[in-house]
């Protein structure tokens, strides 16, 4: 008998919860440029004087590895964007910054080894706000385990 209220009050709170979350529109392509800029760096040496009681799986030394930041270049935006927030996987905000036009923004993602071993963050999304605060729409940019670059879902080749 329980069980059968639940499931009823779960009937009818459900479908309210899912409709009030609208999903957040990808930004048109047009609106944006972005810049895949793939540099070679070192990998910093580990730090002596900490001691870490995790096993980590980095790579470390003076090795020369793939790096990724990519650029991107906003300037056909509608007077309605008001600002713009960059959020990792982890839900962790990066930068809010409000949109002066012609906007640029370099998104630091990593050494390229370490994004497809999920080592560091290796997805984020740039969210567009309103002045009332409310999304507009978004960009979305993952790495894939075997190192496929997805833009808004779409594949941009392998890093």
């Not at 209220?5 to 529109?25: E, G, K, T, Y």
């Not at 030394?61 to 991107?72: A, D, E, M």
């Not at 270049?73 to 990066?94: A, L, P, R, T, W």
């Amino acid at each position: 008998m329980c069980d059968l209220r639940i499931f009823i009050l779960l009937a009818f709170l459900l479908p309210a919860n899912v409709s009030a979350q609208d999903p957040i529109p990808y930004e048109p392509k047009e609106n944006f440029r972005f810049e895949l800029d793939y540099t070679f760096k070192t990998r910093p040496p580990p730090d002596t004087d900490k001691v870490s009681f995790v096993e980590s799986n980095t790579p470390r030394g003076s090795q020369v590895l793939p790096y990724l930041k990519v650029k991107f270049e906003f300037s056909d935006f509608d007077v309605k964007y008001f600002k713009y927030k960059v959020q990792n996987y982890s839900g962790s905000i990066i930068k809010t910054r409000k949109i002066r036009l012609p906007e640029s923004y370099v998104l630091d993602m990593g050494f390229s080894d370490d994004l497809k071993d999920r080592i560091t963050s290796h997805k984020y999304s740039i969210y567009f706000y309103e002045k009332s605060k409310k999304a507009i729409s978004k960009i979305d940019i993952e790495v894939a385990e075997n190192g496929d670059l997805f833009l808004n879902g779409e594949f941009h080749g392998r890093i």
